[in-house]
């Protein structure tokens, strides 16, 4: 298992949810934030809840240069400049788990909409804006960050997972399922994150209609 | 509830499971081919499984004038020359509930990858397609044909149903919901089915990984 993760924009919800997580379950954690203060201030919101954690905030550079598993959870509006100002700081053989979701909202439009990304996906984007030799996983998109950040609130749902390489998914999936209550699942090659983050628009829809945070589960496995 | 419903492509693995679960709950359900002896065969077995079924065998055109609600269970390639053929047989204020997915299977592709529709989604193009004042609805996408057909298995998972108007899409929720061990969520307007579409492809990649029939359950509810 690795020693420390990264979460690159670790002071939004999703990322501080994941950071709490991940630390409560005993795994060190960097979070980077464009701005170290906000990184530091995230940090000190998990330490606060879990006194014993190992966590730190870095600015963005340094936090993804800390760890080999670097979560990216910024939103769409900022994945293709988040990941223009790690080229330097990312390197080869290092395991990028994209979270991105396209979801119409980073153009004023619909949360509950995606916009079509070029590549396929914002984790395709992803690959091919990563150095090379960064291997992508995509995973994360429809667990709510309110429910992450919550540790009074039981987990019990499903993570889906996607990457071209079985290893890598491998290890996402180890360190993911370290979180009581998250089963990751394989999904397939990384394109299938087309599916996969285009469900936290329909998973949007139904916590309005429904009020809740919902999330999925897979059957049958 | 509806005295009786029809179930277009009766006679494929859905349709016929479909038809199957339907009338084990009491459901009258008039099954549609394209060929007429096929539709009669198709009623024939429901009725082996179930002796005391309301069922029949009608072709197409005949079967969709039968019913107010009209399942369509085409594959993809077929779907847009059916309700061609469709065009002088549906009316007004008929309730249509479209499951047809656009798998890439359909031109030679994947089935663990989808097309490109036009207009959206499958159910979109039956919506443009569809004689004005035929409502359409859609859902069925991830409960496995298989497990439809084997009235031995439990069904204990999620049909996700979208649909422009709530009236309707609660018609063709009630009457899912005979069926037992299903729960229909609702997702949403009618463009929502491109999400809810992709995820058979993505289920028939896991069902191949798993070694599973795989569905789907949204948490939270």
Redesign the interface.
Known sequence: MPDQVTVIGGSGALGQGLALRLAAAGVPVVIGSRDESRAQEAAARVKQQVPEADVRGLANGPAAEASEIVFLTVPFRNQSETLTNLKNHLREGQLLVDATVPLAAAVSGKA??TLGVWQGSAAQQAQEMAPDGVRVVSALHTV?AA?LGDLDHPL??DI?VCGNRKADKQVAIELIQRIEGLRC????PL??A???E??T???I??NA??K??????????
Chains 1, 2 share one sequence.
């Open positions: 509950t909409r709510s429910i019990d749902e889906l699942v394989d999904c397939g394109e299938m087309r599916t996969t285009s469900l628009a329909l998973l829809g139904v209609r429904y809740t945070h919902a999330g999925i589960k897979i059957t049958g496995l």
